[in-house]
């Protein structure tokens, strides 16, 4: 199995936030697009259904050079620091692929 990188983190936005969460969300996928000499930037962010305010994103990345090239980028940061300041907890992290799995399911057409 090809070795896989990926970013991921937990953001818990302050109450009456959100829309300025999901704008400087969208302003760090445009920093990190414009990190020098970096892969094509791919991002997802979903939301707890049960509790709005709860965050999740995730994003592929090619190897841990990119990542640790991404998170020294001057922009990147300020972007990051315009997130974090929305939220009262925030988790970020980086991840590698150890397992993947696929099983065909019941489902009858």
Request: glycine share 6%.
């Amino acid at each position: 199995m090809k070795e896989n990188y990926y970013t991921h983190a937990l953001w818990h936005v302050q109450e009456g936030k959100t829309e300025a969460f999901l704008q400087a969300w969208q302003q760090f996928g445009k920093a990190l697009s414009q990190v020098p000499n970096s892969p094509q930037v791919r991002g997802t962010l979903i939301q707890n259904i049960n509790d709005p305010l709860v965050f999740y994103s995730f994003g592929p990345w090619e190897s841990l050079e990119d990542i640790q090239a991404m998170r020294s980028d001057e922009n990147v940061r300020k972007a990051l620091s315009s997130i974090l300041e929305l939220c009262s907890e925030a988790e970020p992290g980086q991840f590698k692929t150890v397992m993947q799995l696929e099983f065909p399911g019941s489902r009858t057409p």
